[in-house]
């Protein structure tokens, strides 16, 4: 190539760089969501309907990336202090709320102490404890004093566990029943425009986001569609372009169908997520250690992944989800092969023998109607060795009635989200302090003072290696114990119609970075 | 006949009051409860009881319910948990597109099933007419809505498959909004209606032939006038007026088939404001939804009355 031509090329190639990402400026995204929030103030509810959508308004302190390691948002740099008793947040310096007010530290502070460490069920439960106070010196200066070490910090301040409101806004009146909740003021790339209720939420892009270029739509529509069927045919019909959520029996209706399929483990409304039967320890047949290995022995985990999964997940090798790999033990439940021989010798040395119909007792199963074919699936297996299995289908205030606050139940069937740190989503699962009307807490009411010891002491230290090593510790000791049967690791499917990409589904800023391409 | 209208009036009152009780302690009755359903679903131990203090569903029943009464006896629904708005508030919002879609579905479903019912009334063959108006009165609401999706909107592509706008290019001007609201609720309203059709086909088809062997049928025809004006002119008004009776008992089920056609096709209408309330536990507007279908049943019926009365001289005078 001549250089004048060289230099032809280079000059079409830089005047023409404008034109190219002003194609992909602009446009429209539809996004189905099947519940509908109610309201729209992220730092008052865990309700994944408003974490949906609130995080595309709102920023967190620091964002997560696909492997969950912690990214800038509002804070654009953190240091910690080597005891790790202090941990200070340096906002970025250009932030503005939608209303044109700049966001500070005041903001941040405000945030946590009157909303979140109040009304956030995780962050109250999970990081307010650790928290002695939140100072802002300065403007852009965030200080977190701890009473102790606290290793999940960071990944308990993204947009979905700890949102940063106006205090400007939200000083006055009562948090629960605010006008805001209703039209929200944010700083996340794209600002409220019009809610309503059951059917659809307007935002547009914030042109003064603080994020330079970004985002690249204009609108962002969610729409409320319940009925997964409708979804699915409003996703091909061209309708909607994005599903946050795809059942893995309907991922097959979208393959070759120009839609972009991705399986993460988690974004608003959860992550590593494992199907889990608790059984309740205070039935005397399910006290018995011999009735629940036979009931682990007698269940073929394998075709509730094929069957179920599709293949999209894996079986749960541990108590501890394999997404979080420095505190999973991988093979802990290698010990509990599918056995329906020891299965039915383990029943009769626990004194419960065949009755005339082959049956040797019955359990009951609370859990969603949305779960059934795993119910259907675990009445097969579990009829061969001569356990009756009756399902009990409930909406979610049903199963925290009778499982949580009532305990009226033999066993119950969990999707029991990880989280990000085991000090966030397992811990509850265990913790023998936490057996009560809290939905999703320790259903199995496992007792066990040194699984307490290894949680507490995993929890305050910041050495993951430390750490890793209690989580470990416990898991073995859950294994042998078995207060619960861990099923299969379900994956999250997301889909997208072909015409868009960048959007990051595991991120409660999904739409941040997504492009309409034409 | 004004003496009536108000006796009936009045005495809709306890009606209505009677089922807002049962409604009340059924929502009630429900386990778990709104605390619960707004505090999430992770240990934070003081959080559920904190907002049921906030709310005041801490305290004794009885309170909440004759709370409850005195502000019902103002017309206040009271607040709703959920949505953090007033239930009369919310009710309003939805009300439109429930009434449009229930009107529309009966007036389809009442002129189609007049029309077919008078046509099959022949006095010879009908069975495939019967089956096929049995079968579809049979079918479930949420299968014909699926069925007529299929073929519609995903088939044909004539029709949107969901919504009740298209977001992407909201309609300009009054007359493209009509027609944008229209092309999205005709596959809703058809759902519904043909729910309701076969039903008064097969009545009116029963009704007309009863009326067909009567002895003024057979002077009409003796007198010359021709088929369509024997059935028409004289037999339908006689076999219409047992006939309005009955569809005045089918509001229940029109507002029902509501419910499932509004989840099927994702609308913003009273029957979906019940369901979402109904998983939080949010009460007063489960209350306040149940109190509007509630009156929709009585004054429906109360209007059916009168027509009848205006229609029928024996009652009339019998009154």
Redesign the interface.
Same mark, same amino acid.
């Given at each position: 190539m001549s250089p004048v031509r060289l230099v032809v090329a280079m000059l079409v190639l830089v005047l023409s760089a404008p034109f190219a990402s002003a194609q992909l400026r602009g446009g429209?995204a539809?996004v189905a969501v099947p519940?509908?929030p109610? &309201?729209l103030n992220p730092a008052i509810?865990?309700?994944a309907p408003v974490q949906q959508i609130a995080g595309s308004i709102f920023n967190g302190l620091i964002s997560l990336d696909e492997t969950g390691t912690p990214r800038p948002d509002l804070a654009q740099s953190w240091t910690i202090a080597p005891d790790g008793l202090r941990v200070t947040f340096t906002l970025v310096p250009d932030a503005r709320w939608h209303d044109g007010q700049p966001v500070t530290a005041e903001d941040v502070k405000f945030t946590f102490e009157n909303l979140l460490f109040?009304?956030?069920?995780?962050t109250?439960?999970?990081l307010a404890p650790a928290v002695e106070s939140i100072d802002a010196p300065e403007a852009r200066t965030v200080v977190f004093r701890l009473r102790r070490p606290h290793a999940p910090l960071l990944r308990q301040l993204d947009v979905l566990e700890a949102p940063i409101l106006p205090r400007h806004v939200y000083a006055e009146g009562?948090a629960?029943? &605010?006008p805001a909740?209703?039209r929200p003021v944010g700083s996340g790339p794209f600002r409220f425009e019009s809610y309503?209720?059951?059917?659809?939420v307007?935002l547009v892009r914030n042109p003064a986001y603080f994020k330079a270029g970004l985002p690249h739509l204009d609108r962002l529509?969610f729409?409320?569609?319940?009925?997964a069927?409708?979804q699915i045919?409003?996703l091909?019909?061209g309708?909607v372009d994005y599903l946050v959520r795809v059942a893995a029996s309907d991922v097959r209706r979208l393959q070759n169908r120009g839609i972009t399929l991705v399986d993460t483990r988690g974004g608003a409304g959860g992550s590593n997520c494992i199907m889990t039967l608790a059984f309740n320890l205070e039935r005397p047949t399910l006290a018995d250690l011999r009735v629940r290995r036979a009931i682990a022995a007698a269940m073929d985990r394998n075709q509730m992944l094929d069957l179920i999964l599709f293949g999209r997940g894996r079986v749960a090798e541990a108590p501890i989800s394999s997404g979080i790999p420095w505190a999973h033990l991988p093979g802990a439940l290698a010990a509990h092969p599918i056995d329906p021989a020891l299965a039915n010798r383990l029943l009769d040395e626990a004194g419960h023998p065949r009755g005339a119909n082959g049956e040797r007792f019955s359990i009951d199963m609370f859990l969603y109607a949305t779960f059934t074919r795993y119910a259907e699936l675990m009445r097969q297996q579990l009829a061969q060795v001569g356990i009756g299995l009756r399902a009990r289908f409930?909406?979610?205030?049903?199963l925290?009635?009778?499982v949580f606050?009532r305990r009226y139940f033999d066993t119950t069937l969990v999707s029991y989200c990880n989280g990000l740190d085991p000090a966030i989503g397992v811990r509850?699962m265990y913790d023998s302090t936490?057996i009560?009307?809290?939905?999703?807490?320790n259903a199995a009411a496992f007792r066990n003072a040194e699984v307490d010891r290894h949680f507490a002491a995993a929890g305050a230290t910041m050495d993951e290696a430390v750490r890793g090593e209690h989580y470990r510790a416990a898991q073995r000791i859950l294994a042998a114990e078995l207060p619960y049967w861990w099923l299969v690791e379900a994956n999250l499917t997301t889909a997208w119609r072909d015409a868009f990409r960048g959007f990051a589904p595991w991120s409660g800023s999904f739409a941040e970075g997504a492009q309409r391409l034409r | 006949m004004r003496r009536l209208l108000i006796r009936r009036l009045l005495l809709a009152v306890p009606t209505l009051l009677v089922a807002a009780t049962i409604a009340f302690v059924l929502a009630h009755l429900a386990p778990g409860s709104p605390a619960v359903a707004l505090g999430g679903d992770f240990g934070a131990p003081g959080l559920v009881e904190e907002i049921a203090r906030i709310q005041g569903t801490d305290r004794p029943l009885a309170v909440i319910y004759v709370e409850w009464l005195l502000r019902l006896a103002r017309g206040d629904l009271g607040f709703s948990f959920r949505a953090q708005a007033p239930v009369t508030a919310l009710i309003g919002d939805r009300l439109g597109v429930t009434l449009v879609l229930t009107l529309s579905a009966a007036l389809l479903a009442m002129l189609l099933g007049l029309l077919l019912g008078a046509a099959t009334a022949a006095r010879k063959g009908g069975r495939a007419a019967v089956a096929t108006f049995a079968l579809v009165q049979a079918l479930p609401v949420y299968l014909v809505a699926q069925l007529l999706v299929l073929v519609f909107a995903v088939g044909l592509g004539l029709l949107p498959i969901q919504g009740l706008e298209n977001p992407r290019a909201p309609p300009e001007g009054l007359a493209g909004l009509l027609a944008d609201r229209a092309r999205h609720l005709a596959l809703p309203i058809a759902a519904l209606g043909l729910g309701q059709f076969g039903f008064v086909a097969l009545l009116t088809r029963a009704r007309l032939r009863e009326e067909l062997g009567r002895l003024y049928v057979t002077t009409a025809r003796a007198r010359g006038a021709g088929e369509a004006t024997v059935r028409l002119r004289h037999a339908l008004p006689n076999a219409l007026l047992p006939l309005l009776a009955l569809f005045g008992s089918r509001v229940g089920a029109l507002v029902g088939g509501a419910l499932v056609v509004e989840t099927a096709f994702a609308l913003p209408g009273l029957g979906r404001l019940a369901v979402t309330a109904a998983i939080a536990r949010d009460q007063p507007t489960v209350i306040g939804v149940v109190l509007v279908a509630a009156l929709a049943i009585v004054l429906a019926n109360l209007a059916v009355d009168l027509l009848q009365l205006w229609l029928d001289p024996r009652q009339r005078e019998a009154s």
């Open positions: 429209t539809v519940s509908d109610g &309201h509810t865990t309700s109040r009304f956030h069920a995780r109250r439960a999970g009562d629960n029943q &605010h909740n209703l309503r209720q059951d059917d659809s307007v529509v729409r409320v569609i319940p009925d069927n409708t045919q409003a091909l019909a309708e409930v909406d979610a205030a049903g925290g009635e009778a606050a509850r936490n009560g009307s809290v939905p999703f807490s | -």
